[in-house]
C-alpha cells in the first residue's frame, strides 16, 4: 500500500511563543489551506470565555499553495486591549482557540505576571 503525503489541515497553528506567556505578549504562526476570516479566543482552565479578537480575513498560506509562503502571524500582549479584559487575567493556564469557518485549532498556553 502506497501512502502519499498528508493534506494540510484547514487550519494549523504554531505557539504560542515564548510561553510561558509574560507581560512582553506572545506571537502565533497561522496556516491556512484556503483564505478566510480567522478568529481567535481566549478560555481560562473553567472554560469560560475570556476574551475574542477577530483577527480579520486572512491568505491562503503554506507549501500546498506556495513553497516560498510565510505563515501568517498574529502577537498578543496582556495588557494591550484593556477594554477587552486582558489587563485582567491573572497568572494561570489558559486554552487560545483560533477558528477559521470549520476548521479550528487549540493551543494551551501559561500567563506568568
Known sequence: MEQGPFPAPPLAVQGPWPNPVGAAGAT????????????????????RRRLT?????????GPENDPDSRPQVWAWHP???????????????YW?????GQARSIRKMVLVR
Open 79 to 93: 495588557d494591550q486591549d484593556p477594554d477587552q479584559g486582558g489587563a485582567a487575567l491573572s497568572s494561570g493556564v
Open 96 to 100: 487560545w482557540e483560533f477558528r477559521s
Open 28 to 47: 502565533w504562526q497561522l496556516f491556512l489551506r484556503e483564505a478566510g476570516t480567522v478568529e481567535a479566543r481566549l478560555f481560562d482552565v473553567r472554560g
Open 53 to 61: 479578537f477577530d483577527l480579520g480575513e486572512r491568505p491562503a498560506t
